[in-house]
């Protein structure tokens, strides 16, 4: 009787794998799906798009170069300035002191 068992067993596992590859399909499937409607998702907008006011600078015209000098930019560049707060934040240290027991003595020279 070892050809009914093997004829089983080999139907058996036929049919484990078939159903294993169509779990594979249906999960393949599933995932695709769900990336192309989230890619939908991602190129939707609510509102067009705010359209920033044209600036002063786009109408004047760049001052004319001359030959061997250096490249005359308009408007002048302006030095950078500081805001206020960020001044005083580079002196503050970032961490408070260790208490003094726990710095260690100063290494001694050979």
């Known amino acids: 009787m070892p050809g009914r068992d093997d004829k089983r067993r080999l139907k058996l596992d036929l049919t484990i794998a078939a159903a294993l590859f169509a779990a594979g399909v249906v999960v393949?499937?599933?995932?695709?799906?769900?990336?192309?409607?989230?890619?939908?998702?991602?190129?939707?907008q609510a509102t067009p798009p705010l359209q920033g006011t044209p600036s002063d600078d786009q109408s004047k015209t760049p001052a004319e170069s001359k030959p061997g000098g250096d490249r005359p930019t308009t408007p002048a560049p302006e030095p950078a300035r500081p805001d206020p707060?960020?001044?005083?934040?580079?002196?503050?240290?970032?961490?408070?002191?260790?208490?003094?027991?726990?710095?260690?003595?100063?290494?001694?020279?050979k």
């Open 28 to 44: 393949s499937v599933i995932s695709l799906a769900q990336i192309r409607a989230e890619s939908r998702l991602e190129l939707a």
């Open 85 to 109: 707060q960020t001044q005083g934040a580079a002196t503050k240290p970032a961490l408070p002191q260790a208490p003094p027991e726990k710095i260690a003595p100063p290494i001694e020279k």
